[in-house]
């Protein structure tokens, strides 16, 4: 065939492919004009449906059904009777702990008297910015009692007013306390008309001359001691951001509590699915000077864009952001407001999505997906771009138990979307026939090496820098072999946080056999060693964790080493895996290690993994093998010792507010006291 026939035969190659594409996309688009159309003539029925008399007349009963279907899958999210019983002791234990978070709080007389002489080294200025808008007298005057009622008297209350001519008693109010306060600390300014919660608040920045900057709603309390607080911080720390954890109340009393909402210290993965910090956030004057004020087009979620730029740029400062875990701001939920249900607001979620890609885009972020889950509305799945698709290298440890091996990687084949990659099984002395025939099998594909290592003693950490040094690829993924993939694309959804460089290792979401959590990220401290433990261990799988935080991707201290992903850079940068952890904790220890590093660890929930744990091994610490059990409380001891400082201090994404001897984020019945 001669060269010019050759050109006409990949133009016919070409050109016939590009009419199949074409009749195609016809087709779809055929079948999405049909679907279109049935869907506009769902809708009319669904509107007429609901402007029927029939309809209306059922409400009660609709209601009913609702609350029933409702109650009904969160029973079965839980998964048991088992959880249902726990999540029921958990409950009372967090309603017996309501009173330690509310009024009882409050400092005493003497408690009070003792604070408000305290001289501190600088005296801060605190300007809480509230924009009014039609506040009913009540609350208008509870919440400005809730400020000058403060512990600490350094502050002024700047309030800019966008209320109607029906509301004109809001001035008034305010200016019968400003006259009581008799010290200019009450700055009041009536706007010519009503701008938005974006304008109207940066309107009251116009009136403050604090050097510190607190946002604060006009239907909300704070507690008698949050500046207080926030200057305590302010003695030893020069932050340049300050938020503390916030309850939601309702009613005509704080004690009347909703929920409590414990949060971690500043977590960027976190802050981007959803808006964790929200109140009570404070911040230095020269921090809004640098990033800007509010932006009208986020109106709805304007706090949640402020306070991604404000985070991205306060985090470049050596204690720049700093958590305070204690309640000390109260959310009040009525008809309409965002705390009652932010459905109440829903042009706030699409400002939420605009306002994190936004953020996303100024960290050079492209191509990225933002989508609700299955929790709130608010708290969002992102999906990265991978900027590019490197080689993978697979590390998995194996002795014997080919029926478990085989199963490992047959999953990973069969079902990866990912194509890049190879498989090291690390060999460590098997003598079973069945494993070495399997062994001589998968030699024969292309991707999957056989790498023997001879250990005197097993050594987990060992195999696996072993399995790291003959590794080819530009990622690491450690698997263990009694693992077996359930998401497609869970090569992509851990690579797309391993790709960046701020991240350092990348954990997954693991189940047992019976759809039960066995990972959902490690806090150190926790359990009965105070060493590491797993956060929402042996939940149902469809249960949607502490604050929606099993739907969504966020920093921890900790992942598993089961299923882990790493940059070979980063995993060489800190020597590896520690082979005096032969066993136990060699995976937080790793984590740690990159933490100290500067690199955030990310749990995601949208890698899922079936996981047979121990099944190869047998456990280290259910008292079945007492040498196992002697073996993993001397490394749990190193463990403690090598890291006491970091243990000391408490994990920064689990507030110390939650008991250590739980899992799933339980209170501690009696919380250490603000007033020492």
Not at 55 to 70: A, E, F
Not at 282 to 293: S, V
């Amino acid at each position: 065939m001669s060269e010019e026939e050759k050109d006409i035969d990949i133009d016919s190659y070409y050109k016939e492919l590009y009419l199949e594409e074409k009749e195609k996309n016809e087709k779809l688009v055929r079948e999405l004009c049909d679907l279109e159309a049935e869907h506009k003539d769902l809708t009319n029925k669904v509107d007429m449906l609901k402007k029927s008399m029939i309809y209306r007349m059922i409400m009660p009963v609709r209601l009913l059904w609702s609350h029933c279907k409702n109650a009904i899958i969160r029973v079965k999210r839980l998964g048991s009777v088992k959880e249902v019983i726990r999540k029921l002791k958990s409950k009372k234990i967090e309603r017996s702990a309501y009173k330690y978070h509310g009024t009882q709080s409050y400092p005493t007389p003497e408690e009070r008297a003792e604070a408000e002489k305290r001289q501190f080294k600088k005296e801060h200025v605190f300007s809480i910015l509230i924009p009014l808008y039609n506040t009913p007298e009540n609350f208008l005057r509870e919440m400005i009692e809730s400020v000058t009622a403060q512990t600490y008297g350094g502050w002024e209350l700047c309030l800019a007013d966008g209320s109607d001519g029906e509301h004109g008693y809001v001035g008034d109010i305010v200016g019968e306390y400003a006259k009581a306060d008799g010290k200019g600390r009450i700055r009041y300014k009536k706007l010519e008309h009503n701008g938005g919660i974006s304008e109207n608040t940066n309107a009251c920045f116009d009136l403050a001359e604090g050097d510190y900057y607190a946002l604060m709603d006009h239907d909300d309390l704070l507690h008698p001691s949050a500046l207080y607080e926030y200057m305590k911080v302010l003695e030893d720390k020069d932050a340049w951001f300050i938020y503390s954890d916030e309850a939601t109340f309702k009613g005509d009393s704080v004690n009347n509590m909703i929920t409590l909402h414990f949060k971690p210290d500043f977590a960027p993965d976190n802050l981007r699915a959803n808006n964790y910090i929200c109140h009570f956030s404070a911040f230095k004057r020269e921090l809004i000077e640098k990033t800007g004020r509010f932006r009208s087009e986020y109106d709805g979620s304007q706090d949640h864009d402020l306070i991604l730029r404000l985070t991205r740029e306060a985090v470049k400062y050596e204690n720049g952001i700093v958590h305070v875990p204690h309640i000390l701001y109260y959310w009040r939920s009525h008809e309409g407001s965002t705390a009652a249900d932010i459905n109440a607001k829903t042009y706030a979620i699409d400002a939420a999505k605009r306002a994190v890609a936004d953020s996303l885009k100024s960290r050079g972020f492209e191509n990225f997906e933002i989508e609700s889950t299955k929790a709130f509305a608010t708290i969002f799945r992102i999906r990265y771009a991978l900027t590019a698709r490197p080689k993978v290298s697979i590390i998995i440890p194996n002795k014997d138990h080919a029926g478990d091996l085989s199963r490992c990687i047959t999953s990973i084949m069969d079902k990866s979307s990912y194509d890049d990659y190879e498989i090291i099984v690390v060999e460590n002395g098997s003598t079973d026939k069945d494993t070495l025939d399997y062994y001589d099998r998968i030699r024969k594909a292309k991707n999957v090496r056989i790498l023997e290592v001879s250990q005197d003693e097993f050594n987990f950490s060992n195999l696996i820098n072993k399995g790291a040094e003959a590794a080819t690829g530009e990622y690491l993924l450690l698997m263990n072999n009694d693992t077996e993939v359930i998401t497609r694309n869970f090569i992509e959804e851990m690579l797309m946080y391993a790709q960046r460089e701020d991240v350092g290792a990348v954990g997954c979401k693991l189940y047992y056999p019976d759809l039960t959590i066995q990972h959902a990220g490690i806090v150190i401290g926790l359990g009965a060693h105070r060493s590491a433990g797993h956060t929402h261990y042996m939940l149902s799988k469809d249960n949607l964790g502490y604050m929606g935080r099993l739907c969504y991707a966020q920093d921890v201290t900790a992942v598993t080493g089961a299923c882990l992903m790493v940059s070979r850079k980063d995993f060489d940068a800190v020597s590896g895996f520690d082979e005096d952890f032969a066993v136990a904790l060699n995976d937080v220890d790793f984590c740690l290690k990159l933490r100290h590093m500067g690199k955030l660890n990310v749990f995601t929930p949208f890698a899922e993994l079936y996981h047979y744990e121990s099944r190869s091994r047998g456990s280290d610490i259910n008292g079945s093998d007492d040498t196992r059990a002697k073996r993993y409380d001397r490394e749990s001891a190193a463990f403690c010792e090598k890291w006491a400082k970091d243990l000391e201090a408490g994990d920064p994404y689990y507030n110390p507010n939650f008991s250590l001897d739980h899992s799933n984020y339980t209170l501690k019945a009696h919380p250490a006291p603000m007033v020492s």
